[in-house]
């Protein structure tokens, strides 16, 4: 079983900063690819970022491109995903997903990954 802990949630003013992390109890040296989803008031859960155990393969959602950069420390069993240039629009609930070698292709399905995180909150005021 893999638990999966965010931290790093907020309110910060547009066009600040945050950097979200997400903890994961594996073994060092598992494979994982990890995911950040989240969730907007009213709206369904969406993809904003995912990467390859390896680090090999990252993929953004068109509207964080060049704001936001998801990396990992896999010595440290943690994913992140540094946000800049905050938008109002960003505001959402955000959620860690992990899944052991899903296609690149199918990343952006939520259905398809399998462990979840609990989330953590994200509000960017004007």
């Known amino acids: 079983q893999v638990q999966l802990v965010e931290s790093g949630g907020g309110l910060v003013q547009a066009g600040g900063s945050l950097r979200l992390s997400c903890a994961a109890s594996?073994?060092?040296?598992?494979?994982?690819?990890m995911g950040w989803f989240r969730q907007a008031p009213g709206k369904g859960r969406e993809i904003v970022a995912a990467?390859?155990?390896?680090?090999?393969?990252?993929r953004y959602t068109d509207s964080v491109k060049g704001r936001f950069t998801i990396s990992r420390d896999n010595a440290k069993n943690t994913v992140y995903l540094q946000m800049n240039s905050l938008k109002l629009e960003d505001t959402a609930v955000y959620y860690c997903?992990?899944?052991?070698?899903?296609?690149?292709?199918?990343?952006?399905?939520?259905?398809?990954?399998?462990?979840w995180g609990q989330g953590t909150q994200v509000t960017v005021s004007s």
């Open positions: 997903a992990a899944d052991l070698g899903m296609p690149v292709s199918l990343w952006d399905r939520e259905d398809k990954w399998y462990y």
């Open positions: 594996v073994r060092t040296g598992s494979t994982y690819d």
């Open positions: 990467i390859s155990w390896n680090e090999a393969t990252t």
